[in-house]
């Protein structure tokens, strides 16, 4: 079994040829960089949710909702959502619009 140095150097060489081996680590090249990405990233989230409180946290979120229904109307937001959830790959594998899912299954959605 691998020792523990053994470990980091390999997982350190896997993120030098751009993989991610640290979840939140995504653009590190090394494995210590990856780690240093992922917990910013999960800290900037913690630290803002602190200085808003879980409540205006998650306020925060669904305001960000809001501002796209009012920037589009709330028609074109329902459009926008029943686009999103056709859009998928079809039995064959071929990936589909919305459109076209909602063309291919009879559904309006203009």
Do not use: C, N
Not at 9 to 31: H, M, N, W
Not at 94 to 103: H, L, N, P, Q, V
């Amino acid at each position: 079994m691998a020792s523990g140095q053994e470990k980091r150097e390999e997982l350190d060489e896997k993120a030098r040829q751009g993989e991610t081996v640290v979840p939140g680590g995504t653009g590190g090249k090394s494995l210590e960089a990856q780690e240093h990405l992922a917990e910013g990233r999960s800290r900037g989230g913690q630290t803002r949710r602190e200085q808003l409180g879980t409540e205006g946290y998650q306020e925060m979120g669904s305001k960000g909702g809001q501002t796209r229904k009012e920037q589009m109307g709330t028609e074109g937001y329902q459009e926008m959502g029943r686009k999103g959830g056709l859009s998928t790959k079809d039995k064959s594998g071929e990936d589909k619009s919305g459109e076209e899912r909602a063309d291919e299954e009879g559904i309006d959605i203009d």
